[in-house]
Structures are given as C-alpha cells and as structure tokens.
C-alpha cells in the first residue's frame, strides 16, 4: 500500500492535475476513484480533486474502521467520499442471518444503519457497498470477506440507507428486478445521501425507516408481520419489503432524436431539426 508516485514534487503533482483535465475536458470523464488511497497525504487528494473540477470523487481507504475513513474524509477538508467499508464490514458480520444488531449503531441516542454512514455529519461522504472487484471471490484478496447471504436482502438494506450506493454488478446480474424496484422507490420518496434514517427494528426482522425529500421509506428485511400503518406497500420479495408514504413518480423524460418523434412507455422524443 505505498504510493508509486512522488506527490510531494511540483512537476508530479502538476502532470497529474493536467492528466485529470484531460480526462475530463477530452474523454469526457466527470468522477474519479483513488486507488490506495492509505499510501500517501490525503491533502493532495483535494488538491487534485479541485483542479479536476470533479463531480466525484471517491477513495479506496481499505479498512473497516469507523474512526479511520472518519480521519481520512476530514483530511481531505471533506472535498471527496470514501467507500464504506466499516458498512461492508457489517453486512457481512450480519451474513444475512436472524442477529440484525449488527446492523446497527447508535448516532448519539438515535440508532442508525451501520458504518460511516451511521454519523449525521458523515454520512453524505459514504459511498455505501455490500461487495466489489476485491472483496468478492475469486479475486484473491476476497477470500473471506465476500457477503454471502441473500442478495436481496443486503441491497435492500443499503438502497433505503442514505450515503450514495454503490451496486455491485454480480449483484446487479443476480437480482436486478429487484433492484430495480429499491431504486425506484428511493427515487419516489427522494432518499439521499444526506437523509435522515433511522434503524427503528433489530428484535426478530430489520426496519428502517428514512425520511426524504418527498416522502418516507420503510425497509424491512426479515420475517414479520402486519404492516406498519400510515404506510402502503411500494414492492418487495423473499423476505424484504419497502413501504412508502407520500413521494412522487418522475414525469415523462424528454429526449432529442434525429431520426423522429414518437411516444412510447411514458418517455417523449422530440425531432431535432437543423
């Protein structure tokens, strides 16, 4: 984990900014991952995130410690985000089975999904995941570490969590209808990264329940029953569901086509003409 690169050098430093420009005004990049990120001074990380003029920025700080990602965002002046390891970490200690205390951890006196996105002040620097390229077998280093429990259930518990989602893409392939339907009612009730979410059950199933923009958000993962009241069921399956109260459906998307203009599904393309 040691840096391959003098970042401490003017002229390194200055080809490295130039590259990400490049990246961005030629290829047309707008967000970037720093690799490794425990091998060298986070200082520089803001450095070249605002002379990049990214959208995003999020660093790999491989570690599952709260306090560490806490000190690392701070470090960078909180001008990037961090994969939520200690999240992950969590995910993976529950492994999809009946203990959802792990899921947990208290905000004060306020109980909250677990990981860096459990602290009010952090949770908008919280790139939440359940798995990625390292922590999934076969790569080497994910021996041991990969979640292996029910696929559905883990996603639906980070989909109603705030911080930003990261998906992974065997997930993705595994149970993309249902993701599909946990995005889609984040989306409805304007869950973000910075809303308010509470872990309002851990005694026989998980319940969360969040508060956004335009509406609220219950997720359930476990064996209940009943349904909570004021509530109506938005989709679910084998053991996970998401009520819904309030919340809004996106309108009709508009799209340029130079071919012509129809409408079909909702969605209304426009004919472009010269």
């Known amino acids: 984990a040691a840096r391959d ?54 660093g790999e700080y491989y570690s ?22 200690a999240f992950k970490n969590a995910i ?15 905000d004060g006196s306020i109980l909250r999904p677990a990981g860096l996105v459990h602290n009010s002040g952090m949770r908008q620097y919280a790139a939440t995941f359940i798995d990625n390229h390292d922590t999934s077998y076969p790569h080497p280093s994910g021996s ?13 518990i980070m989909l109603a969590a705030p911080g930003i989602p990261c998906v992974f893409w065997r997930d993705w392939v595994a149970v993309k209808s249902d993701i599909k339907k946990m995005v889609a009612a984040r989306k409805k ?3 973000n990264s910075n809303s308010d979410v509470r872990v309002t059950n851990t005694n026989g199933y ?18 209940w029953s009943g349904e909570p ?5 938005e989709c679910g399956g084998t053991g996970w569901a998401y009520y819904t109260k309030g919340g809004s459906t996106p309108g009709p998307t508009i ?17 472009a003409t010269a």
């Open 229 to 233: 009241a004021g509530f109506v069921f």
């Open 255 to 271: 799209q340029m086509s130079p071919q012509g203009g129809y409408v079909a599904n909702g969605e209304v393309t426009i004919t």
């Open 189 to 191: 009730v304007g869950l």
């Open 144 to 156: 041991g570490w990969e979640y292996t429990g029910d696929k559905a259930k883990a996603n639906a």
């Open 92 to 106: 993976k200690e529950w492994g999809g089975g009946s203990d959802y205390s792990k899921l947990g951890w208290m």
């Open 64 to 85: 599952a410690n709260y306090n560490d990602l806490k000190t690392w965002v701070e470090a960078t002046d909180k001008t990037t985000l961090v994969f939520d390891f």
């Open 5 to 58: 690169l003098a970042h401490s050098l003017t002229e390194v430093r200055d080809a490295v900014k130039g590259y990400l420009k490049w990246l961005k005004g030629t290829i047309g990049y707008d967000g970037y991952r720093w690799d490794v990120v425990k091998g060298f001074n986070p200082a520089y990380i803001k450095e070249y995130t605002q002379a990049a003029g990214a959208y995003l920025s999020v």
């Open 206 to 223: 998980y319940e969360s329940t969040g508060i956004g923009t335009t509406g609220e958000l219950i997720c359930r993962v476990g064996s």
